[in-house]
């Protein structure tokens, strides 16, 4: 099975090889501000002929928006406006001008009802200070030496890394990797090296492939699974929250960057943020190792995965849970079950959102109206069934395995909803929502599929 993966590596960069990159992280920005440029003021020269009443036919020519059309004009007019081009790598400005094409097609696309999801706001001009340093390389020498520990970039030379590349190393000397692109990147005060790889992956099966587990993902607990499992939240931002505040105060005491005066930071304004930045990007780097293990504890052992399809976005409204939410990492975990049960040969079930798995109970079907958030016990009026609420949402989720897999003969006896629950009071019997045709149906596919194949009932 091919698949695309990413490498990702800390690099010790020497202070001159620290501004090689950092030049290279310019030129992408000098190019992609003066595209941006170029294209805005075409924009706005045929928004105002138009107020003047200039026909369609006889407006200034448009300017195509293609990476091939952008690298083109940048090509004619690299000499007056970056003299000092040939000082960097063609794959620098390459980097600004790629990043923009896919900015304004993005921007295109959700304007015209093509691109899902929020609206796509139009890009902006990088700026020196307040940009993520980053280039990417396409083309030319891109490889790791056989000491694993440095790796060879196109006009940045041979770079030391902060660990060993062993285990793409191992891949590109059997012959089942091939580099496709490397990213230098600033992050969290650190540079990191990530190769973006094709990845000839074994086909593997899970410890249990018969096995069935409902997740159901909070606050309290990270997640309750049906097996009766519960994963602590180990909540890395709350922990972090004391110093990050004296971290803070200790940068408003610092003579910082003033855009109404034109003053420059001091250095000691500058020492203080990246001390702050270490701060979060360790946050950052902790929660990710945790969702990893999890997940792919979870895709190893289990060979279905159910999930509920959680609004993140809409839950992030409510300003009293939002930061923990937020630090939990819910659209994180779905994001990494989708492409590590392809890996290991197992699928992920996605529940309707509309899917009462709190409310129902998981012992007769019956569903309530209401439950508070507050009711962490579920009591089932019908059938006495008292029991943990997340767990009970769990064992609801992995109950949803068996409807899947009887979809396609007739009706089931089906738990499922396709619409908020109604306010009538609590439900004695069990739902028959009707039959599940195989179109309404599915697993997440392997990586570079997406997610949206939910559990649902025909109306």
């Given at each position: 099975?091919?698949?695309?993966?990413?490498?990702?590596?800390?690099?010790?960069?020497?202070?001159?090889?620290?501004?090689?990159?950092?030049?290279?992280?310019?030129?992408?920005?000098?190019?992609?501000?003066?595209?941006?440029?170029?294209?805005?003021?075409?924009?706005?020269?045929?928004?105002?002929?138009?107020?003047?009443?200039?026909?369609?036919?006889?407006?200034?020519?448009?300017?195509?928006?293609?990476?091939?059309?952008?690298?083109?004009?940048?090509?004619?007019?690299?000499?007056d406006v970056a003299p000092w081009w040939r000082e960097c790598s063609k794959e620098a400005f390459n980097t600004g001008l790629d990043a923009l094409a896919r900015a304004l097609k993005n921007w295109s696309d959700s304007r015209s009802g093509k691109r899902a999801g929020r609206l796509v706001g139009f890009p902006r001009f990088k700026s020196r200070r307040r940009t993520t340093a980053s280039v990417r390389f396409t083309t030319g020498t891109i490889r790791v030496e056989?000491?694993?520990?440095?790796?060879?970039?196109?006009?940045?030379?041979?770079?030391?890394?902060?660990?060993?590349?062993?285990?793409?190393?191992?891949?590109?000397?059997?012959?089942?990797?091939?580099?496709?692109?490397?990213?230098?990147?600033?992050?969290?005060?650190?540079?990191?090296?990530?190769?973006?790889?094709?990845?000839?992956?074994?086909?593997?099966?899970?410890?249990?492939?018969?096995?069935?587990?409902?997740?159901?993902?909070?606050?309290?607990?990270?997640?309750?699974?049906?097996?009766?499992?519960?994963?602590?939240?180990p909540r890395h931002l709350a922990a972090a929250q004391q110093r990050m505040r004296h971290l803070g105060r200790a940068l408003t005491r610092k003579q910082g960057p003033d855009w109404r005066t034109g003053c420059r930071a001091s250095n000691r304004?500058?020492?203080?943020?990246?001390?702050?930045?270490?701060?979060?990007?360790?946050?950052?780097?902790?929660?990710?190792?945790?969702?990893?293990?999890?997940?792919?504890?979870?895709?190893?052992?289990?060979?279905?995965?159910?999930?509920?399809?959680?609004?993140?976005?809409?839950?992030?409204?409510?300003?009293?849970?939002?930061?923990?939410?937020?630090?939990?990492?819910?659209?994180?975990?779905?994001?990494?079950?989708?492409?590590?049960?392809?890996?290991?040969?197992?699928?992920?079930?996605?529940?309707?959102?509309?899917?009462?798995?709190?409310?129902?109970?998981?012992?007769?079907?019956?569903?309530?109206?209401?439950?508070?958030?507050?009711?962490?016990?579920?009591?089932?009026?019908?059938?006495?069934?008292?029991?943990?609420?997340?767990?009970?949402?769990?064992?609801?989720?992995?109950?949803?395995?068996?409807?899947?897999?009887?979809?396609?003969?007739?009706?089931?006896?089906?738990?499922?909803?396709?619409?908020?629950?109604?306010?009538?009071?609590?439900?004695?019997?069990?739902?028959?929502?009707?039959?599940?045709?195989?179109?309404?149906?599915?697993?997440?596919?392997?990586?570079?599929?997406?997610?949206?194949?939910?559990?649902?009932?025909?109306?």
């Open positions: 099975m091919k698949t695309i993966q990413a490498y990702r590596f800390a690099l010790d960069l020497t202070p001159g090889q620290e501004r090689d990159v950092l030049g290279h992280a310019g030129a992408a920005r000098v190019a992609h501000n003066w595209a941006l440029a170029r294209v805005k003021a075409v924009m706005d020269q045929r928004a105002a002929e138009r107020t003047y009443g200039v026909p369609g036919d006889e407006l200034t020519e448009s300017m195509s928006w293609t990476l091939a059309s952008l690298r083109k004009a940048w090509n004619v007019a690299k000499v056989p000491d694993r520990m440095h790796v060879v970039l196109p006009r940045l030379g041979r770079l030391k890394l902060h660990e060993s590349a062993r285990k793409l190393a191992r891949r590109l000397d059997n012959g089942t990797a091939r580099i496709m692109s490397a990213t230098v990147r600033r992050d969290g005060g650190r540079w990191h090296v990530a190769f973006c790889v094709e990845v000839e992956r074994a086909e593997r099966a899970p410890a249990r492939p018969g096995s069935v587990v409902g997740v159901d993902v909070g606050i309290k607990h990270l997640a309750v699974l049906s097996t009766g499992e519960l994963v602590p939240n304004w500058q020492r203080a943020a990246n001390r702050l930045g270490r701060a979060h990007a360790r946050v950052a780097n902790l929660r990710r190792d945790g969702l990893h293990k999890l997940t792919t504890r979870l895709t190893r052992e289990h060979g279905t995965i159910v999930v509920e399809d959680l609004n993140v976005t809409g839950m992030l409204a409510n300003r009293r849970v939002a930061k923990h939410i937020a630090d939990a990492g819910f659209a994180e975990i779905r994001r990494h079950l989708t492409y590590k049960t392809g890996w290991n040969g197992g699928r992920l079930l996605v529940a309707d959102r509309w899917y009462p798995s709190s409310k129902t109970c998981s012992g007769c079907g019956a569903a309530k109206a209401k439950l508070s958030l507050s009711e962490r016990e579920y009591h089932c009026e019908a059938c006495g069934l008292v029991m943990d609420r997340d767990r009970n949402a769990a064992a609801n989720l992995a109950a949803l395995a068996a409807q899947f897999d009887t979809a396609g003969s007739g009706p089931v006896a089906a738990r499922g909803a396709d619409q908020k629950t109604r306010v009538r009071g609590q439900v004695a019997v069990k739902r028959e929502p009707g039959t599940a045709p195989a179109g309404q149906t599915g697993t997440v596919p392997p990586q570079g599929g997406t997610a949206d194949h939910v559990l649902t009932r025909a109306h």
